[in-house]
């Protein structure tokens, strides 16, 4: 067995594995795909047939979703057992199916490069108050100046961090954006190429060390995961979510009334069941005036998937995924869906956009963002 | 120091017009810098943007996208779609900080040998004037 599978074992629990099967029951990949078994994974690991287990493509199938873990009696971190076994099977020439045509993945190999300048503050406008260097707080952007690019048709990225720096501005918070910036290394953390997060998760941590914040804000579910747990930060690292719930609930704060709606709470997988961050956004949407929040079926820890993790594998069974999702919130009637990951906004829009997709219905689907004036 | 160097160009041509145009350049013994590997490809269409990153990735430092004129595509509209696609190149390029002009289209016919010398010729002048590739700047200092 490998080294790296061994310590995966011990690390994750999976020794523990009492092959009683409820995590293949709870995947959502297998109700599509009846192949796909995470039980059987783990039992190829633990009887080494190593050619057999680094050659399988079933390893790239996984959503990394966490909700297997989430059944598990004996607490079996099966994400990143997966992960694990998939740094072993990336050096192997077993790779999974990058969607997009690679792009995102080839953005973030070629941000390792440490001679490039990029030019990604172009989506601040002049009202906006914001730093260079140093300050108290940092805005984390992450990926968002390049989904603008990536996904023309439907998804202005920028849009996002736009409304983060505009809410932190209006809490008179002037945060130091930082000019190279990289990728936070989650896709390549999960899709098994370790030197490539290794890299850019070295010079991030120089740069935020250089910026002398105490406090890193972002707007990003992924984000927030990698930066809280895989980078060993000193530095404090929030959501904006659990930001303005803190605000609001402190501090005064006087809404304009907006229109009615009927709001649903999407959870992502990094922000829920990783980091166990549910009742934030939740508390924002409540407070809001006007709007009616209803909770869909399968909520909070129990949240399916958006379909698609680290721009991997989205095929029929990630669309079922979506279709299933999308209609859950349908059901409950809600107009409006917010969630706090960027990419499940790509992934539930690109759905209700995409000429192959239900056309039936639209619900109107929007990430928090500037609720309050 | 920048008139030593010698840069690398990726040029893709399209195998109804392009090609054949740099056939008949070297045909009519029209003179082009040796810079330039061009790749076939059956449309420039066919063309994505992870070709060109790959190529900046790998160590290019120009790439250049030749294909029909517009109304002439063998496949119709395949052109159109490589202008969508350069534009959204460059403007991952210029993100990235890697100049969006080393990347460039241009249509040449089966019957523009002359003119696919000219353009060789001048996309590999303007991209030694722009120097090497950011990413390997250190290494091509090293290599000279």
């Known amino acids: 067995m490998k080294e790296g599978i061994k310590s995966a074992f011990k690390e994750t629990k999976a020794y523990y594995c009492l092959e009683c099967g409820k995590c293949t029951s709870a995947c959502p990949v297998s109700i599509y795909y009846p192949g796909f078994s995470p039980r059987l994974l783990v039992k190829k690991a633990l009887l080494d047939f190593e050619g057999d287990l680094l050659s399988d493509k079933n390893i790239w199938d996984c959503l990394t979703c966490n909700l297997c873990n989430d059944v598990c009696m004996s607490d079996v971190q099966l994400p990143e057992f997966i992960r694990a076994i998939r740094a072993e099977a990336q050096p192997t020439g077993n790779e999974g199916c990058e969607s997009h045509c690679g792009i995102p993945h080839a953005v973030s190999r070629i941000m390792t490069n440490p001679n490039l300048k990029q030019s990604r503050l172009e989506w601040i406008t002049k009202d906006m108050k914001f730093s260079k260097k140093e300050g108290e707080y940092l805005l984390w952007v992450g990926c968002a100046p390049y989904h603008k690019t990536i996904f023309p048709d439907f998804d202005d990225g920028t849009d996002i961090p736009k409304a983060a720096?505009?809410?932190?501005?209006?809490?008179?918070?002037?945060?130091?954006?930082?000019?190279?910036?990289?990728?936070?290394?989650?896709?390549?953390?999960?899709?098994?190429?370790?030197?490539?997060?290794?890299?850019?998760?070295?010079?991030?941590?120089?740069?935020?060390?250089?910026?002398?914040?105490?406090?890193?804000?972002?707007?990003?579910?992924?984000?927030?995961?990698?930066?809280?747990?895989?980078?060993?930060?000193?530095?404090?690292?929030?959501?904006i979510s659990q930001f303005l719930a803190d605000k609001i609930e402190n501090e005064e704060t006087k809404f304009k009334v907006s229109k009615k709606m009927k709001v649903t709470y999407h959870d992502p997988c990094r922000l829920g069941r990783f980091a166990g961050e549910y009742e934030a956004p939740r508390r924002i949407i409540e407070a809001l005036p006007g709007v009616e929040f209803v909770e869909m079926e399968k909520n909070r820890h129990k949240s399916p998937c958006c379909g698609v993790s680290a721009w991997m594998n989205c095929d029929d069974f990630s669309k079922n995924m979506r279709f299933k999702k999308l209609t859950m919130a349908k059901d409950v009637g809600a107009d409006v869906i917010v969630t706090t990951c960027p990419k499940c906004r790509i992934h539930l829009r690109c759905y209700t956009t995409n000429e192959h997709g239900h056309r039936g219905f639209d619900p109107p689907l929007r990430k928090i963002s500037r609720p309050i004036g | 120091m920048v008139s030593n160097f010698e840069p690398k160009i990726l040029a893709f041509a399209c195998n109804w017009c392009s090609y054949a145009g740099a056939d008949l350049a070297g045909i009519s013994r029209k003179q082009y810098p040796p810079n330039v590997r061009i790749i076939r490809v059956m449309?420039?269409?066919?063309?994505?943007?992870?070709?060109?990153?790959?190529?900046?990735?790998?160590?290019?430092?120009?790439?250049?996208?030749?294909?029909?004129?517009?109304?002439?595509?063998?496949?119709?509209?395949?052109?159109?779609?490589?202008?969508?696609?350069?534009?959204?190149?460059?403007?991952?390029?210029?993100?990235?900080?890697?100049?969006?002009?080393?990347?460039?289209?241009?249509?040449?016919?089966?019957?523009?040998?002359?003119?696919?010398?000219?353009?060789?010729?001048?996309?590999?002048?303007?991209?030694?004037?722009?120097?090497?590739?950011?990413?390997?700047?250190?290494?091509?200092?090293?290599?000279?």
Request: glycine letters at 6%; one cysteine or more.
């Open chain 1, 165 to 239: 720096l505009h809410l932190l501005n209006f809490f008179n918070i002037t945060p130091v954006v930082l000019p190279n910036e990289k990728c936070c290394g989650h896709d390549m953390l999960w899709l098994g190429q370790k030197k490539t997060f290794e890299d850019l998760k070295e010079q991030n941590k120089k740069a935020i060390e250089d910026s002398k914040a105490e406090r890193i804000i972002t707007a990003c579910a992924e984000g927030y995961y990698t930066l809280k747990n895989d980078y060993n930060l000193e530095t404090e690292v929030i959501h």
């Open chain 2, 43 to 144: 449309c420039s269409g066919r063309v994505e943007p992870i070709f060109v990153l790959s190529a900046f990735e790998n160590g290019a430092d120009g790439v250049l996208i030749t294909g029909c004129h517009i109304g002439d595509c063998h496949y119709k509209f395949g052109n159109k779609n490589a202008e969508i696609m350069v534009k959204q190149a460059k403007e991952l390029l210029s993100t990235l900080g890697i100049s969006s002009e080393r990347l460039r289209l241009e249509w040449v016919s089966a019957s523009e040998g002359q003119r696919f010398s000219e353009v060789m010729t001048d996309f590999t002048k303007e991209v030694a004037d722009m120097g090497p590739n950011p990413m390997f700047a250190k290494t091509a200092e090293a290599r000279r």
